[in-house]
C-alpha cells in the first residue's frame, strides 16, 4: 500500500502494481494468502521482498518500504496483517525462518482471506514486461476486513476505501453489497455487528471523521465537485450498508 501521508493517484497506484508484481516474480508463484503457516514459505516471501528491492521498517517487521519504484516519487509499503485469537489485538506476530518478517494481528482482517478471488496485474518492470497472478479479497471480505480495520485504526485510507467501493462495485450498489456479504459471511454475529454499528457511527453525519475521510480524497481528486455531494453519497451507502445487515 502507498504511504498514508501521501495523496492517492493514479501514479501511486501503477507504482504499488509494478511493486507487487516485483514481489510475485521473485516469488515465484502466487503467494499463499495463509503465508504464515509454514516457516519455508514465510522465508521465502521474506526473500521475494528483499529481491523486488524492499527494505524492512526499522520499527515494524509487519511492513517493508520501497521507495521511488520505476521513477514514481512515492513510498510503496507492503505490510502483513494476521488474525489471531491466540494473540493480542495489534500484537507483532513473528515468523519462524525469517530474519525481519512478520504481521501486525489486527483482529477482523481474517475475513478477507475467506473470500478471494484470483486476479492478474501487468506491468513493465525495468523494460520487461511481467504477468503476475494474485489472490485478491472479494467484495465480501473485503468489506468486513476493511471495518474491521476502520475501527481498529481509525484511519483515514479505511474511511474512504468503504463508501469509495460500496459506491463501485461489481455486484451495483450497497444493498447489493450487504446481499453479497450475507451469501458468503452469513448474517454477521459477534464483534462484527459492534463494529458495523461504529462505522455508522463515523458516518452519521457530513462532520463524521469517516464521511471528512471520504470527502477529503474525492475532492482532492476532483477539485471541481461540491462537497456535499460526496458527503451525502458517503452517509447514504454506509447507511444502507450497515442498516441492511444489522436488520436480522
Known amino acids: 500500500m502507498n504511504d498514508e501521508d501521501s495523496p492517492r493517484s493514479a501514479a501511486a497506484r501503477a507504482a504499488a502494481e509494478l511493486a507487487l508484481v516485483r514481489v510475485v516474480h521473485h516469488y515465484g508463484g502466487r503467494p499463499d494468502l495463509e503465508i504464515a503457516c509454514g516457516a519455508v514459505r514465510a522465508a521465502r516471501l521474506e526473500q521475494a521482498l528483499r529481491n523486488a528491492e524492499f527494505e524492512p521498517d526499522a520499527q515494524r517487521v509487519w511492513r517493508w518500504n520501497l521507495t521511488d519504484p520505476s521513477g514514481v516519487r512515492t513510498v510503496v509499503k507492503f505490510e ?10 495489534g500484537a507483532t506476530v513473528e515468523f519462524a525462518g525469517c530474519e525481519q518478517l512478520g504481521a501486525a494481528n489486527l483482529r477482523g482482517t481474517g475475513y478477507a482471506a475467506k473470500d478471494t478471488t484470483i486476479h492478474q496485474l ?74 458495523l454499528r461504529d462505522l455508522q457511527a463515523n458516518f452519521a453525519d457530513s462532520s463524521a471523521q469517516g464521511t ?37
Request: charge should be negative; aromatic fraction near 8%.
Open 80 to 89: 502483513l496483517l494476521a488474525d489471531l485469537d491466540t494473540e493480542p489485538e
Open 122 to 195: 501487468r506491468a513493465k518492470d525495468h523494460g520487461t514486461w511481467r504477468l503476475a497472478e494474485i489472490n485478491v479479497t472479494g467484495l465480501a471480505g473485503f468489506l468486513l476486513a476493511k471495518t474491521a480495520a476502520a475501527h481498529s485504526r481509525r484511519k483515514p485510507k479505511d474511511w474512504y476505501d468503504i463508501p469509495f467501493v460500496l459506491l463501485n462495485n461489481e455486484y451495483g450498489d450497497a444493498v447489493a453489497a450487504a446481499a453479497r456479504v450475507r451469501k458468503v459471511f452469513w448474517d454477521p454475529t459477534g464483534t462484527i455487528r459492534t463494529q
Open 212 to 248: 471528512s475521510a471520504y470527502v477529503n480524497q474525492i475532492t482532492l481528486d476532483h477539485p471541481e465537485v461540491d462537497p456535499s455531494t460526496p458527503a451525502a453519497d458517503a452517509i447514504l451507502a454506509v447507511g444502507i450498508f450497515a442498516d441492511s445487515l444489522l436488520a436480522v
